[in-house]
């Protein structure tokens, strides 16, 4: 009874109660890493899911289901959260961190991207896991502590339809000039995730790496969520852009903050999605390659997320 109490009391409890305290969903990352550790890749993926997450393989697939079709991952996979933050409400929250993949055949490197929900149980299960492949692995250790994104501004119920409408006026600028666009939105001390090299941390960071990206992204968007502090938000969507005389295709997830001055965008995730393996018929279900890009931390099963499996 006591122990019901408690619950109760909690999901009950002020806001300010779990502002800006990033470190339950850092836990919450750190104990899905140790289970895949533990009991295997594919078991950690499935029992850290929420009810509704999903992949991205391409299309949007719920991820439990998935997984139980997978069976169990083979190689290994290790990560570690090194920047998080969670909204005012305590309900939404992120990680990111660098990741490292062996799968027997091709070893990887890159970094995860993780959504979590709070669940009415008081758990914390991811709802979108993505990531970003490197050429080189990550100078960050295990061992480093984890930064806190400071808090946000709440926005109470039109948080929502403020974000909808600041997310639909970014996918049309981008059609037009994607780095003027994604410069105007992007928070002074936003991360940018882009394949290849380590996430560009900072304004002057960012700023240049823009120069290099495309000129136009073409966006058709999946799916979004807010806090019930109307704080922070995510979304996720597919993506086509022309890069080195090519034109890619993939998605990219968002992870935006409420302030002063309106929703600014805090961690910018574009991957293209991973190409089929040469030989591989178009029949065949792609199979990503070494360090791909669509899995949380890098298992390289049916291009997911980190790479999840």
């Given amino acids: 009874m006591l122990r019901a109490c408690l619950f109760l009391m909690s999901l009950s409890a002020p ?3 779990f502002a800006s305290d990033a470190a339950p969903v850092v836990a919450a990352e750190r104990a899905f890493a140790a289970m895949a550790q533990d ?3 594919s078991a950690a993926f499935k029992t850290f899911a929420a009810e509704d997450g999903i992949l991205l393989v391409p299309e949007p697939t719920p991820a ?22 969670i909204a005012q409400s305590g309900d939404l929250g992120f990680t ?10 091709n070893t990887g490197q890159g ?8 669940q009415l149980d008081g758990r914390w299960r991811w709802l979108l896991d993505h990531g970003t492949p490197t050429a080189a692995p990550s100078a960050i250790g295990s061992d480093a502590p ?48 882009r394949q290849g090299p380590q996430p560009f941390i900072g304004r002057a960071a960012f700023s240049a790496a823009l120069l290099h990206g495309p000129q136009s992204i073409r966006t ?9 502090a109307g704080d922070l938000g995510y979304s996720f969507g597919h993506a086509d852009w022309e890069q080195g005389g090519r034109t890619l295709n993939g998605h ?20 293209p999605r991973p190409e089929p393996r040469r030989g591989a018929t178009p029949a065949a279900t792609p199979a990503p390659p070494p360090a791909t890009s669509e899995d949380h931390a890098g298992t390289g099963f049916a291009a997911p997320t980190r790479p999840s499996p």
């Fill in 220 to 228: 058709r968007p999946l799916g979004s969520g807010v806090s019930d």
């Fill in 39 to 41: 009991q295997g890749i």
């Fill in 111 to 118: 970094w995860f991207f993780t959504i979590w929900k709070r």
């Fill in 252 to 271: 990219y997830v968002r992870l935006w903050q409420r302030r002063n001055e309106g929703w600014k965008l805090i961690v910018d995730e574009l991957v």
């Fill in 96 to 105: 990111t961190g660098p990741f490292v993949s062996d799968d027997g055949r």
């Fill in 146 to 193: 984890f930064v806190s994104l400071a808090p946000g501004t709440a926005g109470g119920a039109g948080a929502a339809a403020e974000l909808d409408a600041v997310e639909a006026k970014l996918n049309s600028a981008l059609a037009g000039d994607a780095r003027a666009a994604l410069d105007a939105v992007l928070a002074d001390d936003a991360r940018v995730m």
């Fill in 64 to 85: 439990r289901p998935h997984f139980e079709k997978l069976g169990d991952a083979p190689g290994s996979l290790r990560w570690w959260p090194v920047y998080a933050g």
């Fill in 15 to 17: 806001a300010a109660a």
